[in-house]
């Protein structure tokens, strides 16, 4: 009996040794089992460049287990990945996104400055450059706004140069005495010729309206008178004729005449004004 007995109790104490063995195993495989898969997921979403995923599943890991001596990889390489992104991010010209992964990389691993020296001073340089180039530019936009503000004070400076010289154009034009009428001479040239084809043709009527006009314009501009006939004969009848014409628009004028033989050329009158 005492036999049977103490083999029933040598069994259930093995049977409870197992079993506490069993559930010792269970508990601490299940919670390695269970990281394993987190820091599974965690790689997975660095390897297709989920960084902002990435890095959810680590700040959760970092609650969960922060001992875990794995977790400094990982941070490290979330922090290389940020790095990568932002060097591709300069390259493109993306300045704004290239300091913010600067910006994420730095705070992943803020014990290692050295590791974000160089996108941080590449960075820093474009700013500078995009500093500079402003400058000039904005020095250029200053220089050719001050050329185009001297230029339209130029342009303005002659404009009022051209109104004044205008402007005393016209007073002196006002002031200036107006030369009479002229019927068949220039009053500003030194003299006129007046053609007499009627006295060779022997057109009176003609040759007496013209000495009409040719006498007003020696009245009006006092003009010496030098007549140019083929022959004498001519002078001496065309002479009086003229003298007339004179005598009856002003008693008081006795014009200066000439005679100038010319047998080869048409007859023509010479008036010279007397300014």
Known sequence: MISFASR????LALSLLLA?????????????????????????????????EAESRLNALQSRAS??????????????????QGQTALQSGDLDRAAKA???????????????????????????????AADLASNAAEQAAAQAQA??????????????????????????????????????????????????????????????????????????VTIQVRQAGDYLWLAPLLKARIERLDPDFSPTMSQRLEPEQTPQLLLSPQH
């Open 67 to 84: 001992g875990d001596a794995r977790l400094e990889r990982y941070q490290r390489q979330l922090a290389e990945a940020y790095l990568r």
């Open 8 to 11: 029933c109790l040598s069994i």
């Open 151 to 224: 230029a339209r004070r130029e342009q303005a400076r002659q404009l009022h140069l051209a109104a004044e010289r205008q402007a005393a154009a016209i007073k002196a034009t006002d002031h200036a005495p107006t030369l009479p009428h002229a019927q068949l001479i220039d009053p500003a040239a030194p003299s006129s010729i007046i053609a007499l084809p009627m006295l060779d043709s022997r057109d009176n009527q003609g040759l007496y309206r013209l000495l009409d006009a040719v006498a007003a314009d020696v009245v009006k501009f006092r003009c010496t």
């Open 20 to 52: 506490a063995c069993q559930s010792a195993a269970q508990g601490p495989g299940a919670a390695t089992d269970e990281l394993l898969g987190d820091f599974r997921l965690l790689e997975q979403s660095l390897a297709s460049g989920q960084l902002s």
């Open 102 to 132: 600067l910006s994420q990389a730095r705070q992943l691993m803020p014990q290692a400055p050295a590791l974000t020296t160089g996108l941080g001073g590449a960075i820093a340089q474009v700013r500078q450059t995009e500093l500079e």
